[in-house]
């Protein structure tokens, strides 16, 4: 059974700074092409950076580009989403999932909220 476990979400002000990460347990991760999504409330889902399966090639929605750094550690089977220059429109609940093939499960994702 695939699990995944985001973390490291929060409240921070315009600006801020946060680092979120997502452990897979019950799969082969290294092999798994993985991004981040949020989803704001009354939104979809959007993908909103991804990361190649050794971590060579990375991509990023306009939105969060020279912001936010998507990393992963093969060994931890965990990926990381470091977020910067935080905005309130970055404000949604964030989860990873793999990008190509069918999603595994999701988590309960990790709540960012950005506000003064």
């Known amino acids: 059974q695939v699990q995944l476990v985001e973390s490291g979400g929060g409240l921070v002000q315009p600006g801020g700074s946060l680092r979120l990460s997502c452990a897979a347990s019950?799969?082969?991760?290294?092999?798994?092409?993985m991004g981040w999504f949020r989803q704001a409330p009354g939104k979809q889902r959007d993908g909103v950076a991804r990361?190649?399966?050794?971590?060579?090639?990375?991509n990023y929605a306009d939105s969060v580009k020279g912001r936010f750094t998507i990393s992963r550690d093969n060994a931890k089977s965990t990926v990381y989403l470091q977020m910067n220059s935080l905005k309130p429109g970055d404000t949604a609940v964030y989860y990873c999932?793999?990008?190509?093939?069918?999603?595994?499960?999701w988590g309960q994702g990790t709540q960012v909220t950005v506000s003064s």
């Open positions: 990361i190649g399966s050794n971590g060579d090639t990375t």
């Open positions: 999932n793999v990008m190509t093939g069918n999603r595994w499960p």
């Open positions: 019950g799969t082969i991760f290294r092999n798994r092409n």
